[in-house]
């Protein structure tokens, strides 16, 4: 099974509260990443990390931030959800690629998923 | 946008039946994984193909990766009720870079 961890698994929650997803993997993991899914859709990415005190936005625009102070731990912030803020969120994470292994590339291991409703 | 599409977008068969879900990408690509997700779950990652492999199997799941074509597929055979989920393949340029995925084609298998 999958040794990465997001909490709450569902999540409702009204306009302009601010909400903090949990993500948290025990594989020691470089690399994290969120990803935002509409049901039944192709996956976004809206953040990633690649270490500790790096993060970047994603393809996705969107209003959440993301912070990144130890290894393990990556949670999603939004200052003020809305409606449109309603979709699942899906983090991931995979290990760095050293040097020397220039082909060698790893599956991405999810948690699974929290999904958001804002009212 | 999409580097990869994944073709058909749902696919309705019998169990015991193949199931065959293709993947077109638009760039070279240093590797190519799939993942199969259940309803409302994360994604699981089932197999990853380089981009010097023709053809690799695991269990049940067969993949191929034609780059001349930039087209990928994966063979379920002997499918059973629980492969019913959604199926995204993923593509790298690079090793180590971010994956990029497809929408997915969502599998259904009737007992």
């Known amino acids: 099974e999958a040794d990465i961890y997001q909490t709450p698994r569902y999540l409702v929650i009204g306009t302009g509260k601010k909400i903090t997803l949990e993500c948290s993997q025990t594989?020691?993991?470089?690399?994290m990443y969120w990803y935002q899914q509409d049901p039944g859709m192709e996956l976004h990415l809206i953040h990633y990390?690649?270490?500790?005190?790096?993060?970047e936005k994603g393809d996705l625009s969107s209003e959440s931030t993301v912070s990144r102070i130890r290894t393990e731990h990556f949670p999603l912030t939004l200052e003020s959800a809305r409606p449109s803020h309603t979709s699942q969120y899906l983090c991931a994470s995979s290990p760095r690629t050293l040097p020397g292994q220039g082909t060698t590339n790893y599956g991405y291991t999810f948690g699974s998923g929290t999904r958001l409703t804002v009212v | 946008s999409q580097q990869g599409e994944e073709d058909p977008q749902a696919l309705s068969i019998q169990e015991g039946e193949n199931a065959t879900m293709n993947c077109s990408y638009k760039t070279s690509i240093n590797n190519l994984q799939w993942y199969r997700q259940n309803s409302g779950r994360g994604l699981v990652h089932l197999i990853l193909?380089?981009?010097?492999?023709r053809e690799k199997h695991s269990g049940r799941l067969r993949v191929t990766l034609d780059t001349s074509k930039k087209s990928s597929s994966l063979l379920i055979t002997a499918s059973r009720a629980a492969d019913t989920a959604s199926y995204f393949c993923?593509?790298?340029?690079?090793?180590?870079?971010?994956?990029?995925f497809g929408g997915g084609t969502r599998l259904m298998v009737k007992p």
């Open positions: 193909i380089r981009s010097n492999e």
């Open positions: 993923a593509t790298a340029p690079n090793a180590g870079n971010m994956l990029t």
């Open positions: 594989m020691g993991h470089d690399k």
């Open positions: 990390s690649y270490g500790v005190n790096s993060t």
